[in-house]
């Protein structure tokens, strides 16, 4: 995988990326500091920021709280951009992954919040049963999806590692 942002000490260093993809040079020269939009950019974007883990309805919330500057996430810029990464940064495993990780996060809400009923009629219990019985297998078969997809998401061209993957 290219790292389109990169990092340095915490921090998006400025790359040829942020200059050529139109969307990230325009982000670039609207903010006087443009580090803590690419940041927020990063963050909320790259397919292993732990900010990932996060509810898409708080990402960008908690992102902006650590990453706070001049710029606001619902900037246009800011949207635009972050549409454009999404995009560059998705690929068949990733656009899986997140698929199968919604649908997980679906059934354990679901799990969370159903009303079990053993009623004749209207019972639900044997699903929630089903559900509790497999959710062993559900969750053994989203971690090696997901362990597939780190892999995939770790290398570079040539099937080489980053420089940051090798002491792991």
């Excluded at 200059?19 to 609207?30: F, R």
């Excluded at 999404?86 to 656009?95: A, G, P, R, S, V």
Aim: some cysteine.
């Amino acid at each position: 995988m290219i790292d389109i942002l990169t990092l340095e000490g915490g921090m998006v260093k400025l790359t040829v990326e942020c200059y050529t993809i139109p969307e990230l040079k325009k982000v670039c020269e609207k903010y006087k500091d443009p580090i803590p939009a690419l940041c927020f950019l990063r963050y909320t974007t790259h397919p292993l920021s732990a900010y990932l883990n996060l509810d898409e309805e708080i990402r960008d919330e908690e992102v902006y709280k650590d990453y706070p500057g001049e710029y606001k996430p619902t900037d246009l810029e800011i949207s635009i951009a972050k549409d454009k990464l999404n995009k560059l940064y998705l690929d068949t495993t990733e656009k899986y992954f997140k698929s199968v990780k919604g649908a997980v996060e679906k059934l354990a809400n679901y799990l969370d919040e159903v009303i079990i009923s053993d009623s004749k009629d209207f019972g639900n219990i044997a699903h929630v049963q089903k559900a509790i019985d497999n959710a062993g297998k559900t969750i053994e078969s989203f971690k090696k999806l997901e362990a597939k997809r780190n892999e995939d998401k770790k290398k570079a061209r040539g099937n080489k590692y980053q420089s940051w993957d090798l002491d792991e």
